[in-house]
C-alpha cells in the first residue's frame, strides 16, 4: 500500500491517545513509534501503539462486507449489504415500530472520528429510543455524578498530574490502563515526577496493582467499600475542622446537607466495612487536606459497584471540601478546543441534569443522557409485547463478550428477527449478524480527538491525516453512517443526510451562546467551509468556533483545521485553568454539593452499615492488562503470545484453603454461571477476592481471529449478573460479585 515518508498517527486505541509516527522499514514491513516530537505524548508509545501496524495488516480484519445466506456469513458488495440492510430494518420498522430496533455502541466508538461526527445522524434517522452503550459497563456512574453537581455528564473533572503534590487513585491502575476518564500520556512518567518533585501517590485497591507497587503507599479495600471510605474522609475534613473551600466558596451550594448527611459515617463507624482501619482513614484524609495541592481520581472500580454514583460523587465532595478543586493541582475542567457540553450554551448557567426521561421497558430502568442500561437489552429482547426488541445494530462493540451475563445475552441475540454489525473484526457479537460491515483499519483514517480533549490533563489539539489510503472496496466509516442513515428514511441518499448534518451543525453553533461564530450568518459560515464532504468540514466548523478558534475572522491567529495541518505534531494549549464559575451549567448557577437523588440513595449505604449479616465469603473483581484493548487487541500475536494472562488470581490463604496452586483448573460459580480457569497464587489479591481480566472468551463457532481463538481465555462476563447494577445510574455491578471457586481438575497446566 502506498506510503510516502512518515506520516503522524494519533493513536486511538486508548484514552491517552499518543502521538505516533509510522513508516516503512527497509523490505515494507510498517513500523510505529512514538512520536518525540508529539506536543502532548512526547515519545511515549505502548506495546499496543506499537502492534498498530500488526492490526492493520491482520489477515482476519475484515476488509469486505458480509452477508448471511443459507445460514452462512458470505463476502458481498456493498450495494448488497445495504439492500439487505434497507430490508430488514425496513421490515421490522414497518411491523413493529421504530423502537423495535436497538442499537449498542461499543467504546470503540468514542476513539472514532467518523463514528463520534456521524453516529448521531445515523441515531436521529432511526429515531429508536432504544440505546445501549458501554458507558454503563463501566462509567455512567461518574457521568451522571458529573451531571447532578455540574451541569452535563461531560462535566468530568481530572486530576492537574503535573503539577499536583497528592494523588490518591480509587478503582484505578493507570500503568495498565495508561488512563481511563483521563487523558494522559505516560502515565507511568507522569506519576514518578509526582513522587520526583516531592509529592505522595497513594493506591487504594483489593489488588496491589503495578501502580500501587509504585506508589508510596497502598491500602487494600474491600471490593465495593469505596463509598464507605470516600463518606468517612469527608466527614473527618468536617469533623477536624478541615473544610476549606477557598475561592470556590460563592459557587458551591448545599455544604450543610452534605455535612448532615455524612455525620453516620465517622471512620471508626465504616472500617470494618470498607477494611480499612479507623486511624489510617483520618491519616490519609489529614495528609491529604494539608497537602499545598491534591486531587482524589476514582475509576473503573469505583463505578462498576452498588454504590457507584455515590463513590462518583465523593470523589468531588472530597475534592471540593479540602479545596483542592478547580485550582492548580487539584481535580480541574479541561477547555476543550472543539467544544462541547461544557462549553456550549451560557456561561455560568444552565438546565442541569435531566435523567429518567424515559423507562426501559422490563424493569423501569430510568434513561440516562438518551441511552438506558445495557444490563436491560437482554431481557427487552426477550420479553414479548408491545415494544419488544426485534433488530440490533452494534458498531464498535462486542457486547456479547463484554457486557453481564453475556450467555444470556447471546441467547437473546440469536433470537432476533435481524442484526447488523459494524466492525473491524467478525468477534464473538459480529458473527451473529445478518449484515457485517467492515470498518477500515485505524491507520486509514484521520484522526482528531474529540472525546478526550475534554479529559486531558493539559489542553491541546492535534489532527492527524489518514496515514495510509482505503483499498478497493473499502469505504469510510462515516460513509457507512451515512448510507445507514439512508436506509431507515425513505426517499434521502447518504448525499442529503451529509449536506443536513453540516448545515445543522453550522446551525447550533449559530445559535450557541458560547461559540465564537454566535450571531453569524449560517449561509456566509456554510460557504466558508466549503463542500468537500467528510469529517473535516465539520472538525474545521467545531475548531472555528471554539474556544481557541479563529471564529471565521473574528479571532486572527486562531484555531482552523489548516493550522493543525501545518502543526502536525500538534498545539499546545497551556496547563488546565480555573473554570468555575463559567463551565457550570446547573439550573442554580453553582456546584450543587448535595443533589436530591444522592441524598436519597445515601440511605443504601446507610442501610449497608447497619447490616450484620455475614459478607459473601469470595468475590469476583476485573483486571485490567497492558497489552489488551477490552475484546479487541487479542488476535495480535505480538501482544498476546507469552505467559497465559487470563488466570484467576487467588490469594495464598484462600489457595490453601480451597486446595488450589499455581496451574489449578478452578471452577469459579456465580448466580448466572461458570467457567473453568486456570489458578494463579498470588498475594497481590487480597484475601477473599478473586480477580479475572475481562475481555477473554474468544473462538466462538463462526468468529473469525483466528489467534484470539488460539489464547482464547475465558469470558469473565459470564460470571456477571445484569440484575446486579447501580439503580442511580444503571451501571453494571462488575466489581464484587458473589462467588464460589473450587477445584475442578488439578494440575492443568
Ligand atoms: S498508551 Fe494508549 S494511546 Fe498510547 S500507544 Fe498505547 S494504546 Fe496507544
Known amino acids: 500500500m502506498a506510503m510516502n515518508g512518515t506520516a503522524r498517527v494519533i493513536c486511538p486505541l486508548c484514552e491517552a491517545t499518543c502521538g505516533l509516527t509510522l513508516d516503512r522499514e527497509a523490505g515494507g514491513r510498517l513500523r510505529v513509534r512514538g512520536n518525540e516530537a508529539d506536543v502532548f505524548s512526547h515519545g511515549f508509545i505502548c506495546p499496543k501503539g506499537v502492534a498498530l501496524a500488526d492490526l492493520h495488516d491482520d489477515p482476519d480484519r475484515l476488509r469486505t462486507p458480509m452477508l448471511r445466506r443459507d445460514g452462512r456469513l458470505q463476502e458481498c458488495t456493498w450495494d448488497e449489504a445495504f439492500a439487505a440492510v434497507e430490508e430488514g430494518l ?138 464507605f471510605l470516600l463518606a468517612a474522609m469527608a466527614h473527618t475534613l468536617f469533623d477536624e475542622n478541615l473544610v476549606d473551600l477557598g475561592r470556590l466558596a460563592p459557587h458551591v451550594s448545599g455544604v450543610d446537607e452534605v455535612r448532615a448527611l455524612l455525620a453516620d459515617f465517622a471512620p471508626e463507624r465504616v472500617a470494618a466495612t470498607c477494611g480499612i482501619d479507623a486511624a489510617t482513614i483520618r491519616r490519609i484524609t489529614r495528609e491529604f487536606a494539608a497537602a499545598p495541592t491534591g486531587a482524589v481520581y476514582g475509576r473503573i472500580g469505583t463505578c462498576t459497584q452498588e454504590f457507584g454514583t455515590l463513590a462518583s460523587w465523593l470523589v468531588e465532595v472530597v475534592n471540593i471540601l479540602s479545596g483542592h478543586f478547580d485550582s492548580p493541582g487539584g481535580a480541574m475542567f479541561p477547555l476543550p478546543p472543539f467544544g462541547g457540553p461544557t462549553t456550549r450554551g451560557a456561561a455560568g448557567r444552565g438546565r442541569g441534569a ?26 427487552e429482547i426477550e420479553t414479548p409485547g408491545e415494544g419488544q426488541i426485534r433488530a440490533l445494530v452494534t458498531a464498535g462493540g462486542n457486547p456479547c463478550v463484554s457486557t453481564p451475563n453475556a450467555a ?39 484522526h482528531y480527538d474529540i472525546a478526550f480533549n475534554n479529559l486531558s490533563v493539559r489542553n491541546n489539539a492535534r489532527w492527524a491525516d489518514a496515514a495510509l489510503p482505503l483499498e478497493d472496496g473499502q469505504q469510510h466509516e462515516w460513509q457507512t453512517l451515512l448510507r445507514l442513515a439512508a436506509a431507515v428514511v425513505d426517499g434521502v441518499d447518504a448525499d442529503a443526510v451529509e449536506q443536513l448534518t453540516v448545515t445543522r ?112 465469603p469470595m468475590v469476583l473483581i476485573g483486571r485490567r492488562d497492558l497489552r489488551s484493548n477490552n475484546s479487541w487487541m487479542h488476535n495480535i500475536e505480538m501482544l498476546v503470545r507469552g505467559k497465559p494472562r487470563c488466570t484467576l488470581y487467588v490469594h495464598p490463604d484462600d489457595a490453601q484453603r480451597l486446595q488450589l496452586g499455581d496451574g489449578t483448573l478452578a471452577r469459579v460459580t456465580s448466580r448466572v454461571g461458570e467457567v473453568l480457569v486456570p489458578v494463579e497464587v498470588t498475594d497481590e489479591i487480597m484475601p477473599g477476592v478473586v480477580s479475572l481480566p475481562h475481555g477473554w472468551g474468544h473462538g466462538q463457532p463462526g468468529s473469525r481471529q483466528a489467534v484470539a481463538a488460539e489464547y482464547a481465555g475465558v469470558n469473565s462476563n459470564l460470571l456477571s449478573d445484569e440484575t446486579q447494577i447501580d439503580p442511580l445510574s444503571g451501571n453494571a455491578v462488575l466489581s464484587g460479585i458473589p462467588v464460589t471457586v473450587e477445584v475442578a481438575e488439578a494440575a492443568l497446566v
Not at 497528592?166 to 512518567?189: E, Q, R
Not at 421497558?361 to 436491560?376: D, I, K, Q, T
Open 90 to 227: 425496513g421490515r421490522v420498522i414497518a411491523e413493529h415500530g421504530r423502537h423495535a430496533v436497538a442499537v449498542y455502541l461499543g467504546n470503540a466508538n468514542a476513539h472514532s472520528l467518523s463514528l463520534m461526527l456521524y453516529m448521531r445522524p445515523f441515531l436521529t434517522a432511526l429515531g429508536s429510543r432504544m440505546l445501549f452503550t458501554a458507558s454503563t459497563v463501566d462509567q455512567m456512574p461518574k457521568q451522571v455524578s458529573g451531571a447532578l453537581m455540574f451541569g452535563t455528564g461531560a462535566h468530568l473533572p481530572v486530576p492537574d498530574l503535573d503539577r499536583t503534590d497528592h494523588l490518591v487513585i480509587l478503582g484505578a491502575n493507570p500503568y495498565a490502563s495508561n488512563g481511563s476518564l483521563m487523558t494522559a500520556p505516560d502515565m507511568p512518567g507522569r506519576l514518578r515526577a509526582i513522587r520526583k518533585r516531592g509529592g505522595k501517590v497513594v493506591v487504594v485497591d483489593p489488588r496491589r496493582t503495578q501502580t500501587a507497587k509504585h506508589a508510596d503507599e497502598h491500602l487494600f479495600i474491600r471490593p465495593g467499600g469505596d463509598a
Open 354 to 379: 435531566r435523567l429518567g426521561r424515559w423507562h426501559s421497558r422490563v424493569r423501569g430502568l430510568p434513561e440516562m443522557f438518551g441511552e438506558l442500561p445495557v444490563s436491560a437489552l437482554a431481557e
Open 408 to 446: 444470556r445475552l447471546t441467547r437473546a441475540v440469536e433470537s432476533l428477527d435481524f442484526m447488523v454489525s459494524l466492525d473491524l473484526y467478525l468477534n464473538e457479537t459480529a458473527r451473529l449478524a445478518d449484515v457485517v460491515l467492515p470498518a477500515p483499519s485505524p491507520l486509514q483514517q484521520p
Open 505 to 616: 451543525a453550522v446551525e447550533l453553533s449559530v445559535a450557541d451562546e458560547g461559540s465564537r461564530i454566535h450571531g453569524r450568518d449560517r449561509d456566509e459560515i456554510l460557504a466558508a467551509l466549503g463542500d468537500t464532504p467528510g469529517p473535516e468540514r465539520l472538525v474545521d466548523l467545531a475548531l472555528r468556533s471554539g474556544a481557541y478558534g479563529d471564529g471565521f475572522g473574528t479571532n486572527p491567529g486562531g484555531l482552523t483545521l489548516q493550522v493543525l495541518r501545518d502543526n502536525p505534531d500538534g498545539v499546545d494549549l497551556g496547563p488546565l485553568q480555573p473554570r468555575i464559575p463559567e463551565t457550570l451549567r446547573t439550573a442554580s448557577g453553582t456546584i450543587e454539593l448535595a443533589p436530591q437523588p444522592l441524598l436519597d440513595d445515601a440511605a443504601r449505604l446507610r442501610q449497608r452499615l447497619a447490616e450484620t449479616g455475614e459478607a459473601p
